[in-house]
Each structure stands twice: as C-alpha cells, then as structure tokens.
C-alpha cells in the first residue's frame, strides 16, 4: 500500500551539507513513525534518526546527534533529514522508511515500509 521515495542525494565535500527527502504514498502516514536509515559498503545497516507520527519526538543516532534534523510535512507526506557538518564516514546509501501505524519502532523490524535508497558520499 505504502511506497517510499528518497532524494536528494548526491557528492559533497566534508563540512557541507545535504537534505534528503522521502516522498510517500499511503493512507496512514500521519499516524507512522518514520526513519532515516543508512549502510555503508561492507557495513550493517545501521538506524540514524526517527520522527513519531506528529513530529513531537524524534530519535537520532549518536553519531549524527547535533549534525543531522529530522522532520517532517504530514500534508505533503514527506519526510527530510537535514544533514549539517558532513563528514566522510556519513557516506552512504541512505533509506526511508515506515513503521506500523500507531507502533513505537524499538527495532528496524518495526519499519514494514522501505525507500529504494539514495546515495550520499562525503568527500574529504
């Protein structure tokens, strides 16, 4: 029922900055938790920041804490990751996705929605 879309994506030097977007299709949007995840070549995927349904609590990975934002637009369906200060471990391909509807996503398990992905590298 849900599909997912990122963008925005693409090359840019250490320091600089990005927004990612993630465009979804649904009926449920408003009442999902979303996410940014991201893998590395060689790498596990790995969770980067959440956002709950209203936008009222997001979670965000230590690693990227004080760096990235993530928000949303509940009447445009869309979620954002602004993401500041890049560095070159944050290369990546990064993913959207969507969690049950009314379900705090403890787990990745919990997001039943994916993106197909896009590419952010970090160059030093």
């Known amino acids: 029922q849900v599909q997912l879309g990122e963008s925005g994506g693409g090359l840019v030097q250490a320091g600089g900055s990005l927004r990612l977007s993630c465009a979804a299709s649904g009926r449920t949007f408003s009442t999902s938790w979303m996410g940014w995840f991201r893998q590395a070549p060689g790498k596990e995927r790995e969770s980067v920041a959440a956002?709950?349904?209203?936008?009222?609590?997001?979670d965000y990975a230590d690693s990227v804490r004080g760096r990235f934002t993530i928000s949303r637009d509940n009447a445009k369906n869309t979620v954002y990751l602004q993401m500041n200060s890049l560095k070159p471990e944050d290369t990546a391909v990064y993913y959207c996705a969507a969690a049950r509807p009314y379900y705090y996503p403890t787990t990745s398990g919990a997001y039943v929605h994916w993106g197909q992905g896009t590419q952010v590298t970090v160059s030093s």
């Open positions: 956002i709950s349904g209203s936008g009222g609590r997001t």
